[in-house]
């Protein structure tokens, strides 16, 4: 399996701010998805990011505010823009391989 | 629509003792994965388990293994000889046709105590 680096592993923002999550993986991944997992509850997809084309996101998720990125097949960033109190949730990030998720080590965020 | 159903919300268990996790699922697709993850505090998703819905022999892994009733769609979830580190959250998730996204249950908060 390909280890996925996931940063920061929590943070605290004000309301009104931006946060920039970052996942990295050790080889190179076709595919890659972000999570959310709100206090107490399960995993929701947000998108999945695909290398040289737009992000695809769910319903109830938009690309102003989650914007994505997938420069290269080791590389996705999340932005979780203009965060209000709602926003504070885990993040995850995670990869295909062979029909198997393999996950990041989830960031942790709290907005005040 | 996929759908993950999970009805116990918290379960406990004595260490060594034997559990078992229900999960249903509901689906059109013919080709598909089930999964059981596990969260501890640590908040890393780990792979427990994992069952292709073609193969009609059920999973196993050591102490973990899976009764996968296709025809009644339904995949639990049995922990043998339970150990403290087995406490964590459990999800059952599914994944079918040619997107791969995962569909998660609400999870299953297990404690196995002393």
């Known amino acids: 399996s390909a280890v996925i680096s996931q940063k920061p592993s929590r943070d605290i923002c004000q309301r009104g701010t931006s946060l920039t999550i970052q996942c990295q993986v050790d080889?190179?991944?076709?595919?890659m998805f972000w999570y959310r997992q709100q206090p107490g509850q399960s995993l929701t997809l947000i998108a999945t990011?695909?290398?040289?084309?737009?992000?695809?996101?769910e319903s109830g998720f938009v690309i102003d505010k989650f914007p994505i990125s997938r420069p290269n097949l080791t590389f996705s960033t999340l932005t979780v823009s203009n965060m209000s109190p709602e926003d504070s949730s885990i993040y995850l990030c995670?990869?295909?391989?062979?029909?198997?998720?393999?996950f990041g080590q989830g960031t942790r965020l709290t907005v005040v | 629509a996929q759908t993950v159903t999970q009805s116990q919300p918290e379960m406990s268990v004595q260490e060594a003792e034997t559990v078992t996790l229900s999960c249903t699922y509901d689906t059109s697709e013919s080709n598909y994965y089930l999964f059981w993850y596990k969260q501890p505090p640590s908040r890393q998703m780990i792979l427990v388990i994992r069952?292709?819905?073609?193969?009609?022999q059920n999973a196993t892994e050591n102490r973990f293994s899976v009764n996968f009733q296709k025809a009644a769609k339904s995949f639990s979830l049995k922990i043998s000889d339970s150990q403290l580190g087995d406490t964590a959250m459990y999800f059952c998730a599914f994944t079918g046709g040619s997107n791969y996204k995962l569909t998660f249950g609400k999870g299953t908060l297990l404690t196995v105590n002393p």
């Open positions: 990011a695909n290398q040289g084309s737009e992000a695809t996101y």
């Open positions: 069952q292709e819905a073609y193969k009609q």
């Open positions: 995670s990869h295909l391989m062979n029909t198997e998720a393999f």
């Open positions: 080889s190179q991944v076709t595919m």
